[in-house]
């Protein structure tokens, strides 16, 4: 008996209630992390300049959560990334829920409004 390959699953509780706080939680933190994009870009909109916004911090949110969108849709949307995944962690199951897929193209697409603000000012 080898101990390396031994492991434990452990289901804490499997049920309705559970799966509806876990969708709760999971949306309320959609919204809070999506209304936190949006006073950068009204801010940028109502004084007609990006003055004192980083360049870079947006260049790279935006890459970020461009690659954040493909992850996500790709392992939630496509059996053939699922079943690499699966094989990959046997152990685990898929991590990416639906309000994960919906955050990160809004973050990426609120990004690439933010992006469009610099460059029209540039």
Do not use: E, M
Not at 3 to 23: G, Q
Not at 67 to 83: A, E, K, P
Not at 109 to 120: F, H, P, R, W
């Amino acid at each position: 008996l080898s101990l390396t390959s031994s492991y434990a699953r452990i289901r804490i509780v499997r049920s309705h209630s559970l799966d509806v706080i876990v969708d709760i939680v999971g949306w309320a933190y959609f919204f809070a992390w999506s209304i936190s994009f949006w006073p950068q870009i009204i801010l940028n909109f109502q004084r007609k300049s990006v003055i004192g916004l980083n360049f870079d911090f947006v260049l790279l949110n935006t890459i970020g959560f461009a690659s954040y969108t493909v992850y996500n849709s790709l392992i939630y949307f496509d059996s053939d990334v699922q079943t690499a995944y699966t094989a990959a962690f046997p152990r685990s199951p898929i991590p990416v829920l639906l309000n994960d897929v919906v955050f990160a193209v809004h973050a990426f697409l609120a990004c690439l409004i933010t992006g469009i603000q610099v460059s029209d000012n540039i």
